[in-house]
């Protein structure tokens, strides 16, 4: 600790901090335009000076480090003077078009033009006149740029991404991206807040508004599981822009693309707004109550007849936690079926089932400041950046203050990119990786060092004898001496961290991943905390935890979508089992053959289009709710605008059934579920470690004539099916593609941009194909999100939870082949 | 006094390893690998040796910061970034005498237990290129360079690195992000390149000429070294003589040789024999000096006392046909192309101060025009990031002070007193 | 109470002055009553009308700029952020050369208080109280302006008088806020020509 002065005030600090950053902890305000404080001090904009007493020059606080006894005076005549000079030769060129400049009313610049600035200047100049330069979501209008060079910071500290730079030197600096070309980064918009004028904004909000006809208000984000605080900037009730607030939130003020620009989802004019009822094999638009009659009536008759256990519901990974538990109750209380499942089956589960078989433990919530400290961190075969992230900025972080994190994944993620290593490893063969290391672990005797109670010790080490470093880099194909190093640099690490994600929509990785990690780490003599799987979507695991999973021997997602003939009448909340589950054409088989297909859901899914009835519910935004996100914390959403058409909140939907149907389910409100959703708590588990001997099934299974791996997964601008109907994120990404190496492009004749045709043994599809060298030879990648690509008709489900990789040929179209799905 | 440090460069061919060693070169080389590494050091330390790069820090004490920095690996770069007008000091050693660069900075390297060195070249010397590799081939040939050099087990290795015209990046935090491959841009200090410059390891810039002292004081020793010239800062120095004198060029003198003798003495008096009007004493960044000021010594020392600096000695002396506000103008006209646009005041304070007296110096300067330059110098000196800014403020801040009457004439009478 | 007011009380001299001058102008009216300078008291309202004096605060107006015919307003919602009752309403968009258009600009004029702090906010001189006074309806319907309302306004009540109205009545004029030539416009090209320094330097520091 240290003690210092400022404006008189006597202030005690950590020591190495700088005079900034004790100001504004201690609410004194030294102005500045090029300071952020997630990046390293840069010293451009020289308007943070003050006066230390014994230093000749003036001195700049956000790059100065605080000492011992400083006597600093922040507003004195000379700093006003200086800072108003540099304002002054600021505003020479800077287009004084504040009347239309989006940023007016919350810009820095304007504001401390009004504090500091002069009236008149004494300098006339050409203002500058350079063109603005739009891309489809950020808008960069370069005259305005007083070149603090935050956003190029951002990107590349930050960000990690370096999409922009500052190009030329001196007053003819610009802020552009390499070539002056146009701007295609991952369109974060990561920049848009940090630039502290109007030069950078987003598309969709330009020219909207004015500042102050905005109201604001909080919520959290409906993608992703990492349940960023998102601030809705509404006019009339309806939301213009999205912000990260500095400091709000579990994310502090960071934001990803499909936060920020995702939230015209709700928009869209895909939105349901009646019921509708299939009449004559139409549908047709009927009103609540018709619809509410008709499911009422129909699946009391098929509970007569065929009993509950043939009726089922799948519940959805982002509807409300309230939503899930009146979900829940109405099958539990009204039907009297315990088949309830949700896509969390697919994936999370898996890693829930393989933590308890290990760990003995029944929840593990990750915490997103986990990599920060660490010495090694090791990342799975996850684009972690992609699927969460703003977990995934957290390893950029950590990596900034000395973390090694070393990435293993066949394509080349910006994690993978950045990382300080990256093995490239063959698809699908993380567990043999994760094997060898504890192979080498045990032959080292790390495992003598600790006290290992454990049971299956013998047997794991048995089961491990063939995986010796020689044979793991044979079948990862990565360097023997390469993986011999990295293997040892994360045993004989002070600590350590594994990472991987296990979503519904990745098939590389399985409950064998995560049984041989936790293998590992127990080994090492590491706790839960060092396994980081964060759930999938914002609420994947508040509805696992608000029971929408079968708890008393019911059917589950396997048992309901994937087995003929196993129910009659099947209710679908917010999911599309058609677009995000593999292997669709079973799927859509027996959706065929059920005499009641509910689906209740947003829009009108491609589920919605095999049903009898669809309900529209209101979206994230229209309905107060809760969501659990990965970390285990409950956030509450407010109710920001008004339901579209006539839908209604997925909860009160329940209940008004319940009440169709005659059931008393006591007075359901709002205030009652929420009481509830408050109450649940994670399960414990025995917390009794247990070792899992070997049990992969040896290198994926291509043959000749299916030569090709296909992975699928999510990307940085998609998530899941619902980003889809936003038309901002379209702006970017709207069409289905399959990434594909040069080298089997040049192998299978195929170009950039060109639909090629992918056959698995289910069946095949045409996508359009981009070489990138992402990939490496013999691997596709296949982003899921898209409903007309169908590729899920091409994969397998995988019922005992291990990774299924889907064997492909492919191939140019022959023909005019045309889109299957048409 | 005998030349060192251009030692036979007028000679054919000087250049070469052979004949930079019939001069003797090479053999402070051994002697100094006979030597400990904090030998050195304190033998440095004793000679008083001041960089030569324009802030006349003392080389021993930067020395001793570097080697007491336990990070390792350690790297040596020598700045031969030369862009401010008027200096062309280190040119005739690296085209000339590389080896007896070559040569220092080994020793230097294996002072500071260094295994790395880098020369940054000026990109404008592409001549200086050609030799400094061929030069760097024959001592690799040679066994001065590499793995084990001569047999003494020690590591050095040298290459150049070409610059691409900045001036900014002479400035050391902008050289060594523009040797990493970045924008040549200052970084902040603390922390000091001596402990986290060059890939976050301790990183020690030092002059072309800096360094080509080294082999001296390794020969004669650092108490005999400290008895050439002024004693607060010893050493033989050249001194880049420039503009209206009869013979200019490059002169090594020992520290503290007056201006007068440099001027009249040297470079054989004034053009035409005219008046003499101003004296820039050390690089167009340096404070202007008026006539009855030439008997100052040159050296670190004594220029301040005049309210000057010695920079790089790279004297530029003005006849009463010169211009000086247009000397002030195209010095600003310098710095504006060379601001490399990082703070504030220097990439928007250097465009005005040039816009201003490009008026005055075209005939349409206005009344108040003086104060305002000296309102936006004052502004800019003392708050630009790196002392480009300061070196700009300061010329016309100076030229300003001394010629006040011509400005004044200029804006007034729209006609040049010269 | 001095001395002469108890005089004049007593002789009730301002009664007297007060009945010459009624007497003067009767007599004027009945001698010459077609004079110019007949004094009329009372104003047949609606059929004469009493001219507003300048400045007058009225029904509202956007201007129209003579040298487009479109509304010089540029949608910046300095009118509405200034407005005590909130009664102006903007809404703008991006065009199709990417400039900003007010697609909406409405006024609730029953909510207004005439307090002309939009005529003052406004950095364009783009919106004005015209001196347009009788508007009395039946319904609320046309009392809520929308922006052609408004301009159509303009022509009716304002038009060339407008411009003077700018010019002379409000002080700071919009001619006072008028940049040089040299400044930058929000878009497009200018010729590249060397404007040297226009306008004279103010010099000095004003602090």
């Not at chain 1, 480090?65 to 540099?86: C, F, H, Q, S, Y």
């Not at chain 1, 740029?145 to 999409?163: K, P």
């Not at chain 2, 360094?211 to 001194?239: D, H, Q, R, T």
């Not at chain 2, 710095?335 to 250097?350: I, N, Q």
């Amino acid at each position: 600790m240290i003690e210092l002065t400022i404006d008189g005030k006597l202030i005690q600090a950590e020591k190495g901090s700088t005079i900034l950053q004790i100001a504004k902890a201690n609410n004194i305000k030294i102005p500045h335009l090029c300071w952020d404080r997630r990046l390293k001090p840069y010293g451009g904009c020289r308007l943070c000076l003050v006066e230390v007493e014994g230093q000749r020059k003036l001195l700049a606080a956000c790059s100065t480090p605080a000492e011992n006894g400083m006597v600093i005076k922040t507003d004195t005549p000379v700093l006003r003077k200086a800072r108003k000079t540099v304002l002054e030769l600021l505003l020479v060129h800077h287009p004084l078009d504040c009347p239309i400049c989006d940023k007016a009313g919350e810009c820095d610049l304007q504001d401390l033009a009004y504090q500091y600035g002069p009236s008149e200047g004494r300098f006339y100049a050409e203002r500058k006149h350079d063109p603005e330069a739009t891309s489809p979501l950020i808008e960069r209008n370069p005259n305005r740029c007083i070149l603090c060079g935050r956003c190029v910071r951002v990107c590349w500290e930050h960000q990690g991404v370096g999409a922009i730079n500052l190009i030329g030197r001196g007053f003819n600096t610009k802020i552009s991206p390499a070539f002056e070309e146009t701007l295609d980064c991952e369109f974060c918009g990561q920049c848009v807040d940090a630039c502290p004028v109007g030069a950078l904004g987003t598309k969709p909000y330009k020219y909207r508004a004015r500042a102050w006809f905005l109201e604001s208000t909080d919520t959290i984000c409906p993608y992703c599981s990492v349940g960023c605080t998102l601030t809705l900037d509404l006019r009339e009730g309806k939301i213009l822009r999205v912000r990260g607030m500095d400091g709000v939130g579990v994310n502090e003020g960071d934001l990803c693309g499909k936060g920020r620009f995702g939230f015209d989802f709700i928009y869209s004019e895909g939105r349901l707004t009646k019921p509708l009822l299939r009449k004559n094999g139409e549908f047709q638009e009927v009103d609540w109550e018709e619809a509410l009659y008709y499911i009422a009536e129909r699946l009391r008759d098929i509970k007569e007849t065929h009993g509950p256990e043939k009726i089922g519901a799948i519940g959805s990974a982002r509807t409300t936690l309230e939503d899930d538990i009146m979900l829940a109750r109405f099958f539990r209380e009204v039907l009297g079926s315990d088949n309830i499942d949700s896509s969390a089956r697919l994936g999370y589960a898996w890693a829930l089932k393989g933590m308890e078989d290990t760990l003995g433990i029944k929840s593990n919530p990750v915490s997103l400041n986990s990599p920060i400290g660490k010495e090694v961190v090791l990342v799975l075969e996850s684009d972690i950046t992609s699927t969460h992230p703003i977990f995934g900025l957290k390893f950029l972080e950590a990596m900034h203050e000395g973390t090694e994190v070393i990435v293993v994944d066949p394509r080349k993620t910006k994690l993978a990119r950045r990382g300080n290593r990256w093995l490239r490893n063959r698809p699908g063969t993380i567990t043999p990786f994760l094997y060898g290391i504890t192979h080498l672990a045990m032959k080292e005797g790390v495992h003598l060092k600790k006290d290992i109670t454990a049971e299956g010790l013998d047997e794991l080490e048995d089961g491990l004898r063939e995986y010796t470093p020689g044979k793991v880099s044979e079948l990862t194909g990565i360097d023997e001496d390469l993986f011999r190093e990295v293997a040892l640099r994360f045993i004989n690490a002070e600590s350590r961290l594994l990472t991987l994600t296990l979503g519904a929509a990745e098939n590389q990785k399985g409950l064998e991943t995560i049984h041989a990690a936790a293998n590992l780490l127990m080994l090492l003599g590491e706790g839960p905390e060092a396994l980081q799987i964060p759930s999938d979507y914002s609420n994947t695991y508040g509805a696992w935890l608000a029971g929408l999973r079968p708890l008393s021997g019911g059917k589950d997602l396997y048992g309901m979508l994937y087995t003929p003939g196993s129910l009659k009448a099947l209710y679908v909340m917010g999911e599309d089992p058609l677009v995000t589950m593999p292997d669709a054409g079973t799927i859509e088989e027996n959706l065929k053959d059920l005499e009641l297909l509910i689906v209740q859901d947003i829009r009108l899914s491609e589920t919605g289009k095999l049903a009898h009835v669809v309900l529209p519910a209101s979206s994230w935004a229209e309905k107060e709710g809760s969501f659990i996100n990965s970390q285990g914390i409950r956030q509450m959403l407010p109710k920001v605008v008004s339901t579209t058409g006539d839908s209604i909140a997925d909860w009160k939907i329940f209940r008004n059934i319940a009440r169709v149907m005659g059931h008393d389910l006591g007075t359901v409100e709002f205030s009652q579920l929420k009481e509830e959703a408050g109450k649940i708590v994670p399960e414990e588990g025995t917390r009794k470690w247990r070792f899992i001997p070997p049990e992969w099934e040896g290198l994926a299974r291509t043959t000749e004539e299916y030569p090709i791996l296909m992975v699928t997964g999510n990307i940085m601008q998609h998530s899941g099916s619902l980003s889809v109907m936003s038309k901002s994120l379209s702006h970017v990404l709207s069409d289905a593609f399959v990434q594909i190496s040069p080298e089997d492009a040049g192998r299978f004749r195929i170009g950039d941009g060109e639909f090629i045709e992918i056959t698995s043994p289910k069946g095949t599809v045409y996508i359009k194909a981009r070489v990138s060298d992402e990939i490496p030879e013999g691997m596709l990648f296949v982003p899921l999100h898209f409903a007309h690509a169908r590729v899920n008709l091409l994969t397998e489900v995988s019922r005992d939870g291990k990774a299924l990789l889907t064997p492909v040929r492919i191939g140019p179209r022959k023909g005019n082949g045309g889109s299957p799905a048409g | 006094m005998d030349k060192f440090l251009l030692r036979g460069i007028e000679e054919e061919g000087s250049a070469a390893i052979a004949s930079y060693r019939e001069k003797g070169g090479y053999a402070a080389l051994e002697k100094a690998l006979s030597m400990k590494p904090e030998e050195i050091i304190e033998e440095v330390k004793r000679s008083g040796l001041r960089g030569r790069g324009g802030a006349g820090f003392p080389t021993g004490m930067k020395w001793d910061f570097a080697s007491r920095d336990p990070k390792f690996p350690k790297y040596l770069i020598c700045n031969a970034d030369e862009g401010e007008p008027g200096t062309f000091k280190d040119r005739p050693i690296l085209e000339k005498n590389p080896h007896l660069l070559i040569e220092g900075m080994i020793i230097s390297g294996h002072a500071l237990k260094a295994e790395y060195g880098y020369i940054y070249l000026r990109g404008e010397y592409p001549g200086a290129k050609v030799v400094l590799e061929q030069a760097i081939e024959e001592a690799y040939k040679e066994g001065l360079l590499g793995d084990d050099i001569l047999g003494k087990g020690i590591k050095f290795h040298l290459s150049v690195h070409q610059g691409a015209g900045a001036y900014i990046c002479g400035e050391e935090t902008a050289l060594i992000d523009s040797i990493e491959g970045r924008r040549g841009q200052p970084r902040i200090k603390p922390p000091f390149p001596v402990n986290v410059g060059a890939w976050g390891m301790p990183t020690i810039v030092n002059n072309v000429e800096t360094l080509s002292n080294l082999p001296l004081i390794v020969s004669i020793g650092g108490e005999k070294y400290a008895g050439i010239g002024n004693p607060e800062c010893p050493g033989p120095k050249i001194y880049s003589v420039s503009c209206c004198v009869k013979k200019p060029g490059v002169y090594e003198l020992p520290m503290g040789t007056t201006l007068r003798e440099i001027i009249y003495t040297h470079a054989g008096g004034i053009r035409d024999d005219r008046p003499l009007k101003a004296v820039i004493p050390g690089g167009i960044s340096t404070p202007v000096l008026t006539p009855d000021q030439i008997d100052c010594k040159m050296d670190f020392v004594n220029l301040p006392k005049v309210g000057s600096m010695l920079g790089s000695g790279a004297v530029m002396v003005f006849d009463d046909t010169v211009c000086l506000v247009r000397v002030c103008w195209r010095a600003l006209r310098f710095f504006e192309h060379e601001s490399c646009g990082k703070c504030v005041p220097c990439r928007e304070g250097t465009g005005w101060l040039r816009n201003i007296l490009e008026r005055i110096e075209n005939g349409f300067g206005r009344k108040g025009d003086i104060e305002l330059l000296q309102d936006v110098a004052h502004s800019m000196a003392g708050k630009t990031f790196c002392p480009l800014g300061d070196g700009a403020a300061n010329v016309v801040l100076s030229f300003i002070r001394q010629f006040h009457d011509e400005f004044e004439h200029h804006i007034e009478k729209k006609e040049c007193m010269a | 109470m001095s001395m002469n007011e108890i005089v004049k009380k007593l002789l009730f001299i301002e009664i007297i002055k007060g009945l010459a001058l009624t007497l003067r102008v009767f007599m004027k009216g009945l001698l010459d009553p077609f004079s110019e300078k007949k004094t009329i008291v009372t104003r047949r309202y609606p059929k004469e009308k009493r001219p507003a004096a300048m400045g007058f605060r009225g029904l509202h107006a956007l201007v129209r700029n003579p040298a487009t015919g479109e509304a010089k307003c540029v949608g910046c919602g300095l009118c509405a952020a200034i407005c005590p009752s909130r009664c102006i309403y903007i809404y703008t968009s991006e065009g199709t050369e990417h400039q900003k258009v007010v697609d909406r600009y409405e006024i609730e004029v029953l909510r207004c208080v005439y307090c002309a702090f939009c005529v003052e906010a406004c950095p364009y001189g783009a919106v004005v109280l015209t001196p347009h006074y009788e508007y009395a309806d039946y319904s609320r319907e046309p009392f809520y302006m929308t922006k052609e309302k408004l301009l159509q306004n303009w022509d009716r009540f304002m038009g060339e008088k407008g411009y003077d109205y700018f010019d002379s009545f409000w002080n700071p004029g919009t001619g006072h806020f008028k940049g040089y030539e040299g400044q930058a416009v929000f878009r497009g090209k200018r010729k590249t020509e060397q404007v040297d320094e226009k306008k004279t330097d103010t010099g000095g520091e004003s602090a």
